[in-house]
């Protein structure tokens, strides 16, 4: 498992990139930027567009915008970083999509996306921060010196194929998609019969913006019933989610999987198994969850999400420390 010698550097980066973020800003970006860290507000999270909390691309100057960016860069893997950036840019091609089709709709705007910090960063007390706009939603915490939760972590797509255009043939979710054809086409009729435990794709990722996961015991094909390329393929796929943070993280959390048992994890489908049908899955196993579905505006709109039932925003890990040392 990741120590926290592995992460001291990380989390000094982050630090750093919190505090100078911090001191950019005026006292009235503050007081919408920040909140203490147990704030129920931390707890909040959603991915369509709306009016959020927290300060907007739009009311930074751009040496502010470059270092929210930065500190949305040190949790991230230079791909994903890239992918939540692409994100943002799709809203300068749904908005023109969605007038030519006549839908009126929440405006989109590549500076609606909205940056907050729980608590101080560099103090003995925990701190977190979160990215937050159409189609990305990212949090993490801090506390004595480690990385305590990166998740809910979501990236959505719309469109998720661009289709004309100059950025015509852009997925930016694409393998995450890929890879989870790749394996539905790999297994048998029995083993998909055990797989698809939906026969339509559920209009949405079953738990929403849910800020405590509850879903159902592990439903689908456990891995342990998959032949040697079957495996080799599922641990693609829920390495494309891991390996979303950064290397250290990401190293943690495997080890973390492992140690429940990465044979245990189970696989579910629901809905077309080819591609442009619309389409669900769901991997599932002890904490680990990661739901995708594909089904809105004709199977071109994506929503994913990797969560930890146990600790999502650093629950479990909180909930510890304030019964170790502030219950009487």
Known sequence: MATVQDQSILVETMTDAGTSFLNSLNADQKSKACFEYLDGERLFWYYPPMNRHGLSLRDMDDNQREKAFD?????????????????????????????????????????????????????????????????????????????????????????????????????????????????MNSLDEGQKKTAIIYGQAPYDILTYNSSKVSLPAEEGLPISKMNGTQREIVTSLITEYINQV???????????????????????????????GEHYYRLHGG?????????????????????????????????KHLLAYHVI
Do not use: C
Request: glycine letters at 10%; zero cysteines.
């Open 71 to 183: 500190l949305m860069a040190t949790g991230l893997t230079e791909r994903s970083y890239k992918q939540a950036k692409q994100i943002i840019q799709l809203e300068t091609i749904l908005g023109p999509l969605e007038k030519e089709r006549g839908h009126i709709s929440f405006k989109r705007d590549p500076e609606l996306y909205y940056f907050t910090i729980f608590g101080t960063p560099d103090t003995d007390g925990p701190w977190g921060w979160r990215a937050e706009g159409h189609h990305i939603s990212l949090h993490f915490s801090i506390y004595q010196g480690k990385i305590i939760s990166m998740t809910p972590f979501f990236f959505g797509a719309n469109p998720a194929e661009v289709r004309k255009g100059p950025h015509n043939g852009l997925r930016v979710l694409s393998d995450r998609e890929d890879i989870a054809f790749d394996l």
């Open 246 to 276: 950064h290397k250290e993280l990401a190293k943690q959390k495997f080890e973390e999987l492992k140690e429940h048992g990465i044979e245990n994890v189970h696989f579910a489908w629901g809905g077309a198994t080819d591609h442009g």
């Open 287 to 319: 904490r680990f969850v990661v739901e995708f579905d594909n089904r809105q505006n004709g199977a071109n709109h994506i929503h994913s999400v990797w969560r930890d039932v146990d600790n999502d925003f650093g629950e479990d890990v909180m909930r």
